[in-house]
């Protein structure tokens, strides 16, 4: 597969450039080198890569690059010359692929040498569900290439793009058996290129996810090449993802397994997000799996309680190793639970919003399976380790972290919930009313939705969390809403005609539920009077359950009014306000550490008419999937 290529610059001692453009030399680590291919030389295909020389740069993340070190803290949210000029010589990209250098050999096709990166960039390897092969002979990286890393402030940073050509291990191409150019769409999975709208919805989506405080991916900027197609590049502090590592040990490759779970465990470490001591015992790898235990129990929580639909499964492919969203394509934020909603990928359908939890548990399951494999050379069945000590943590750990979740959407911080789950029976209750209207669906069959299945949820809950705590604080907790004012409010605009009628079962429901609530609220205020704590759990509330939800659904919409006036000639820098507008507008939620780089101060509207419209789509949609 190739060996290590050309070492990166030393960038103290870089630079002839011009003092404008010399604050932008920490892309130059971004050579197409990254410690994996010294790792594991072929746990990638290597390539050639061109530089594509245009491009219009319409999103930059600055808060994300200031946190990088990519530029200066004190850069302004606005693009200079020298910093486009940046963003498209590094990355504006595109692979010389197979058919490319068939067709070179051939005298077709000639590529200008003086455009052509000195490193090879590589396509990692990993397991994906969409392969005939179920070992990750064939799959990995089909339309993507590893920029490199960036280090900041003893941090390390992945940076790949997307959209720059189509590699070997694209499912078009295994299917095709041939070479595939780069734009062919005979072969679904195998054009290489990136729509623009996608990449919209990449940036919009991940940046409200992590203001949110969902670990994810981030998009760092995004490229139009034009003719509706661009490269978007993501950043994280590990782009790994279980399906590299899960590859290896399908194929029982004991030495590269070895080596990659150490890789994974050093950059974890390195980067402050485990704190795995026994560097060179056996038991560093059972420790490993405890910190897949717990990060993706609570990940998995978050996606359950905040209704977030990522399309787990066994390969491990739509998720990061250190349990945070990865590839946009298929997830969706729900407005309400639509936990029967399956996403259509032609061949299947996806696992829904319920089994989610299941396939973490089997992707932990994985894990244990693997701790033992590096610790005893031999490689046990998966099923001999359902058991496992720490696999039976995750159910456990899962629980605490999504009761945790649910009175933090409720309103209470962690000193209230602490109090509160300290009487468990109550808070079994509590659920189990939430849970009965969470749960319920319309009357009638699954229906066809366009990218899917559904059987829509008959009740929106977080109407009432975010207004009963507001009538408590003016009534008082012992004058609940009449029965039929909270059953009309929690309706959900799925309801069909005889699901509107109340009815007594509601009616015990409803008061249980009001009940409990109020206890909640007496025992978090510990020795605090319930009255003094309200206030301030109903503001929390109406942050955490705000009405203007981006769902899957608005975020389409949203994306297509975008495109709409760039196809009328909207101005670039008009692209990037109107997105960091309702990006920004998700800014301090209760408890979501973020980065000072973020700006707090009121932002004039851009573009009022686009952005009024944006807000009736999310409006509109705020109930959707």
């Known amino acids: 597969m190739g060996a290590r290529q050309t070492k990166k610059p030393n960038l103290k001692s870089a630079s002839t450039a011009s003092p404008s453009a010399k604050q932008y030399t920490s892309f130059d680590q971004l050579d197409g080198t990254h410690p994996w291919m010294d790792v594991i030389p072929d746990g990638y295909v290597p390539y050639r890569v061109r530089e594509l020389g245009h491009g219009e740069v319409t999103y930059f993340n600055y808060v994300l690059a200031k946190e990088m070190g990519l530029i200066p803290s004190d850069h302004l949210s606005a693009m200079t010359e020298n910093l486009k000029e940046k963003i498209v010589k590094t990355f504006s990209l595109q692979i010389l692929n197979e058919y490319d250098e ?17 490193n090879k960039f590589m396509a990692s390897r990993y397991l994906q569900l969409q392969h005939a092969n179920k070992q990750g002979k064939t799959s990995g990286d089909g339309r993507g290439i590893w920029n490199g890393t960036v280090e900041h402030r003893g941090r390390v940073w992945d940076v790949s793009s997307r959209g720059t050509g189509v590699t070997c291990l694209a499912p078009g191409a295994v299917e095709a058996n041939r070479p595939l150019k780069t734009g062919a769409a005979e072969f679904g999975y195998g054009c290489g290129q990136a729509e623009i709208d996608e990449l919209y919805s990449a940036a919009i989506m991940a940046e409200i996810m992590h203001l949110q405080g969902i670990p994810t991916e981030r998009v760092l900027c995004i490229i139009d090449l034009g003719k509706g197609y661009g490269i978007g590049v ?88 250190d349990a945070g969203i990865i590839d946009y394509g298929s997830v969706r934020q729900f407005g309400i639970r639509h936990d029967n909603y399956r996403y259509d990928d032609v061949e299947r359908f996806s696992t829904n919003l319920n089994e989610q939890r299941m396939k973490a548990r089997l992707m932990v399951q994985v894990f244990v399976q693997m701790a033992d494999y590096l610790k005893t050379k031999k490689k046990r069945p998966l099923k001999e380790f359902a058991k496992h000590p720490t696999v039976l943590k995750f159910n456990q750990r899962f629980a605490e ?9 409720i309103g ?65 907790l012992s004058r609940p809403i009449s029965d039929d004012v909270f059953f009309k409010s929690i309706l959900s605009s799925f309801a069909k005609t005889r699901d509107t009628k109340i009815r007594s079962k509601h009616c015990s429901h409803i008061q249980n ?13 510990g020795t605090q009077k319930p009255q003094q704590i309200i206030k301030g759990i109903s503001q929390r509330a109406q942050k955490l359950n705000r009405e203007d939800r981006i769902t899957g659904n608005a975020l ?16 670039v820098s008009d692209i990037q306000k109107v997105i960091d507008q ?42 959707d999937i």
């Open 102 to 118: 068939i067709n070179s050999l051939k005298g077709h096709g000639k590529i200008d040498p003086a455009t052509i990166k000195p």
């Open 234 to 321: 993501r950043a994280a502090h590990n782009l790994l993802r279980p399906a590299h590592l899960f590859m290896y040990l399908k194929q029982s490759r004991f030495e590269n397994l070895k080596a990659g779970v150490d890789y994974l465990i050093d950059r974890q470490n390195q980067n402050g997000q485990w704190n795995i001591k026994s560097k060179h015992s056996l038991s560093r790898f059972d420790e490993m799996a405890e910190e897949i235990c717990k990060s993706f129990a609570k990940f998995t929580a978050l996606l359950d309680i905040d209704y977030i639909f990522a399309w787990l499964d066994w390969d491990g492919d739509n998720v990061l190793a």
């Open 401 to 409: 972290a999504r009761n945790h979740r649910l009175l933090y959407r």
């Open 412 to 476: 209470f911080n962690a000193a209230q919930r602490d109090l509160i789950l300290k009487q468990k029976d109550l808070f079994i209750c509590f659920d189990r009313e939430y849970s009965y209207f969470e749960r319920a669906k319309v009357s009638g069959a699954k229906q066809k939705v366009p990218d899917g299945v559904n059987k829509p949820a008959l009740f929106n809950m977080r109407n009432i969390l975010f207004s009963l705590p507001a009538h408590f604080a003016t009534e008082g």
């Open 513 to 525: 539920f009001q009940k409990l609530y109020a206890k909640l609220v007496e025992v978090a205020a």
């Open 556 to 571: 389409i919409q949203i994306v297509f009014e975008i495109m709409a006036q760039v196809k009328k000639g909207m101005a």
């Open 582 to 623: 309702l990006i920004f507008s998700y800014q301090d939620m209760p408890e979501v550490p973020t980065s000072r780089f973020f700006n707090n101060k009121p932002r004039l509207v851009i573009r009022a008419d686009l952005y009024s419209k944006i807000l009736d789509h999310v409006q509109s949609h705020r109930e």
